[in-house]
């Protein structure tokens, strides 16, 4: 059973930087595509950002490209969701996830494992 925590949440101003970090453990993480999506009050969960276990390739959503970046370190279980130029609409509960088949896509059905979330809030 693969356990996805995800931590680095928490309150911002618009135009600020934060760093969310999501630590796998119990499973072969440098085989899973990983992704990050959000979910604010009152909407659906939407994609943001995933990434392929070789790093080769990575996909945004077009709201957050040119802001958010995703990385993966596969030595240290963990994955990476760096947010620039934040905006009071990303505030959500952010969740990371994995798909141990190993393609990334924007849909969450595929993705097998998923973390408890973590609080972004953007202040305007």
């Known amino acids: 059973q693969v356990k996805l925590v995800e931590s680095g949440g928490g309150l911002v101003q618009a135009g600020g930087s934060m760093r969310l970090s999501c630590v796998a453990s119990?499973?072969?993480?440098?085989?899973?595509?990983m992704g990050w999506f959000r979910q604010a009050p009152g909407k659906e969960r939407e994609f943001v950002s995933a990434?392929?276990?070789?790093?080769?390739?990575?996909d945004y959503a077009d709201s957050v490209k040119g802001r958010f970046t995703i990385s993966r370190d596969n030595a240290e279980n963990t994955v990476y969701l760096q947010m620039n130029s934040l905006k009071p609409d990303d505030t959500a509960v952010y969740y990371c996830?994995?798909?141990?088949?190993?393609?990334?896509?924007?849909?969450?059905?595929?993705?097998?494992?998923w973390g408890q979330g973590t609080q972004v809030t953007v202040s305007s």
């Open positions: 119990g499973g072969t993480f440098s085989r899973y595509a």
């Open positions: 990434i392929v276990a070789s790093r080769s390739s990575t």
């Open positions: 996830a994995a798909n141990s088949l190993g393609y990334i896509t924007r849909n969450p059905r595929p993705y097998d494992y």
